[in-house]
């Protein structure tokens, strides 16, 4: 008899801490935002109380990084927990390919694997690239205007890309449309706002994709107004930053059809003002959004039990190394905003709230984290590292630096002092963020530094697959086109 009290006391136990330990999962993506976040302190005008008061529930890390610096690559990445360098997806992926590929992609996906486990899966917005939403979740709101909405008959009120034979950009800037309510973003947290206020018999999986700041910088004139033109901060940058990076480098991060320093800076650097005054407020105005989220979880019946990650896919550049975008292997293309929030019924398992890290992370660490922290067997295939030892001592022993790729054999590695970039050819960049931090000095080559930069050679990747099929061949620059074209993509 007792045997049995014990055995089913066990069972009790077992199966409440089971049931303790199988929390929803509220994902939030939002598109091309660096840095300048408050709690990140990337730009001193930033307003994003949203994201700075989800920060103090959990961990910020503030030296996170995407594997790869455009959308495609990055979201590729993080969903199936798979390196690019292991898919051969370098550039953004295009068709069906993806759908089709069921050894890293088909059925492996993060929220697949949540459904395969009992989960209900949500999504809006965007969340995947090269991969149908509608195809990653149970159930699929829409990306609605996807990164619009745009005035009618291709009017820009700004920037007009020059007639050169690259890849195109939306990149623009201004006020528009007039009403919150038109913008695709509102209408995801509507969407997710809804979501969160039902009750569910399964536990949850909710990703919510916002697409601002991606370009065009459009946002209601509202939003703009909170940054008077007049008193624009400008981030630092340095006219002649490229003069000491390799000519592989130069050549394989131009954007002819992206706009320059040069034109920024014109006429007492007018269009350079308007630019971040919108960059600012498209970042103001998504956090806005950000909000609406986390008050409809914090009203609603998740409350208690729901973990909360929010992300951004890569970083931007305005203004640094000559360029108005992301597509590089420099800092504020690779760095991201990332916040890990456990479950109010998980607080006492993890350390003290609104700490920050600043070991190299990478969003190649979401998938592992958010099945360990929701009580989900590991996925054995994932190749990034679970930030769960992190939330409980951001001190802890960790990898040596995090990676990232752009095209082919061209990789950054980001430790916790220095930036170390290698092309192709084998040229070189390093960068000591200890003592440079916008990355205006190439110390590659450099004897003092021959140590370290020999320990990042032996931490690039060792096997590389060729382009996978889904990869469009859309060059942005010459060097794209002879690189594309020596990987066997016309």
Known sequence: MKRSFAYFLFLLVFATWSVRAKTNALLIAIDDLNDWVGCMNGHPQARTPNIDRLAKRGMLFTNAHCQGPICGPSRASLLSGFYPHRTGIYQQPGGKAMEKDAKFFHGRMMPQFFS?????????????????????????????????????????????????PWTGTQTDWGAFPDRDEDMTDHKVADWAVDRLSRKSDKPFFLGVGFVRPHVPFYAPQKWLDLFPLEKIKLPPVLMDDLSDVPETSRRMHE???????????????????????????????????????????????????????????????????????????????????????????????????????????GLIDLYPTLLEMCGLPANKKNEGM??????????????????????????????????????????????????????????????KHAKEIKKFRSALPKNEAPYHPSVRSAPTNAWFKEHLSRNGLK
């Open 116 to 164: 395969a486990h009992g989960y209900a899966t949500w999504g809006v917005g965007k969340i995947a690239h090269g991969y149908s939403d509608k195809k990653l979740f149970d159930d699929y709101g829409s990306k609605f205007s996807g990164s619009g909405p745009k005035p009618p008959n291709g009017k820009r009120f700004n920037y007009y890309p020059p007639e050169v």
């Open 255 to 361: 954007l002819p059809k992206y706009p320059k320093l040069e034109f920024l800076r014109a006429n007492d650097d007018d269009q350079f003002r308007k630019c971040v005054r919108a960059y600012l407020a498209c970042i103001a105005f998504v956090d806005h959004q950000v909000g609406r989220v986390l008050d409809a979880l914090d009203q609603g019946p998740h409350a208690g039990d729901t973990t909360v990650i929010l992300f951004s896919d890569h970083g931007y550049h305005i203004g640094e190394k000559d360029r108005v975008s992301k597509h590089s292997l420099w800092e504020e293309s690779t760095r991201v905003p990332l916040v890990v929030v456990p479950a109010k019924s998980q607080a006492a398992d993890f350390g003290k709230k609104g700490t920050t890290c600043s070991k190299p992370v």
């Open 386 to 447: 679970s930030l769960v030892p992190l939330l409980r001592n951001p001190s802890q022993e960790w990898r040596f630096a995090v990676l990232t790729t752009y095209a082919r054999e061209n990789h950054a590695l980001r430790s916790e002092r220095y930036r170390y970039l290698r092309m192709e050819d084998g040229t070189e960049e390093f960068y000591d963020h200890q003592t440079d931090p916008n990355e205006w000095t190439n110390l590659a080559g450099k004897k």
